[in-house]
DNA sequence: CTTGCGATCAGGGCTGACCCTGAGGCGCGA
DNA sequence: TCGCGCCTCAGGGTCAGCCCTGATCGCAAG
């Protein structure tokens, strides 16, 4: 098997690929971004990518951003993501659009290097492997970005500004519009978040934690 | 200069060992957890730990605290804690307590093994070793502890639940006591946050934000 | 014993937030 | 063209939340 390693990091970089070296397997390259982790993939064409989540230059999604790029351009190569807490908005997609020849482990699960082997074993092989946790937490962050979704832009400007702790009339000043435009877009968002009214609930604090949490 | 490396990892410990034994540092133990760290250290005895902070059983911030009685235990052993993100509690203290022969480092930031050796390097020769980000992190962090250190205990639970989105009366009912009882505890909570009557904010809502980066 | 603090509760008052209902304008797709 | 969704705004009403002021009790420290 012939892989290839991106990760920002060169120490983990490095330390996989001495690791992996001693299993048998191949490492051919290795990026440290994800424009470079293209390039390399073009250049040496390996079985299969291991791909840290999170590179230069936001620190954010670019792996996965580059996994998907991989895969258009190379649709028979395998590609594991490492990360190091679950990431959920890009990983759903990709795992929805191409299940097979992908894998998803927290790196914290990664417990020594059979762990890594296997996984990368199962996906060269063109099955699927994830962390049960990844799977869990998936479906729990889909369905709070779900009611997320329901809100127009509008509804979800006002709502970051009322996550910042702004009151409807600080919204009102900052979107330049009528305080009764606010408390309209308001209603329509607890409706739309499913928070009616009970005694129980603060409904404008669950608001902001639902944003908070998507 | 001989090492000793603690993390649940035996992938990212292994790699280490590797690395840092081709330039020449000695690596005479590994540890998987806080426990097996103190045994490998009172037998061989080395110059410096490198310590993940999280580590099990908890993965909180068990590394954290076996530095602490390693400090105790071996008062010129250097320590290097390296974690994946800010933590703030438990090394504000350590730093304060120990300056000397010690490093703290997100892992992010170490981009290669060169920085690692530099710094353990910084620690053996008895300085100090912390990210900047971590610098700056750690004082905003203080002044959040420091205004919820304002608090009672009763009044932090009273802010719990309003940051699980309960309403006074849900409040009321969880703590059973009386809903006058939960508006004096709010009032004191809005006041000891600095949360002064403005038509900005969103006192709840801030006393809230404020409760959740604590 | 006195004082201060925290926890508890009460009476009464005010208001921002939320709601109901209604209306107009614009853009887009069928 | 029509219907729908979105954005905007209005009049009027209710009430949970917040506040002011006051009071009692228990505990710990000086």
Known sequence: MRVVIA?????????????????????????????????????SRPDLAIVD????????????????ELRAAH???GILLLSQ???????????REHPHRFGYLLKDRVVDVTVLVDALRTISAGGTVLDPDVVSHLLGRREIAEQLLRLSA???????????????SAIADRLVI????????????????DLHQTPD???RVRAVLTWLRG
């Open 7 to 43: 990760d920002d990091s060169g120490l983990l970089r490095s330390g996989l690929a001495s690791l992996l070296t001693e299993t048998g397997i191949e490492v051919v390259g290795q990026a440290a971004d994800a424009t470079e982790l293209l390039a390399v993939v073009d250049a």
């Open 53 to 68: 989540i999170r590179m230069p230059p936001t620190f954010t999604h670019e792996g996965a951003r580059a996994a998907v």
């Open 75 to 77: 649709p028979e190569l």
């Open 85 to 95: 807490s679950l990431e959920s908005r890009y990983v759903a997609d990709l795992v």
């Open 154 to 168: 509008r509804e979800r400007d006002v709502l970051a500004l009322m996550a910042e702790g702004l009151s409807n």
């Open 178 to 193: 009528d305080i009764k435009t606010v408390e309209t877009h308001i209603a329509r968002i607890l409706t739309k978040l």
């Open 201 to 203: 609930e603060h409904r």
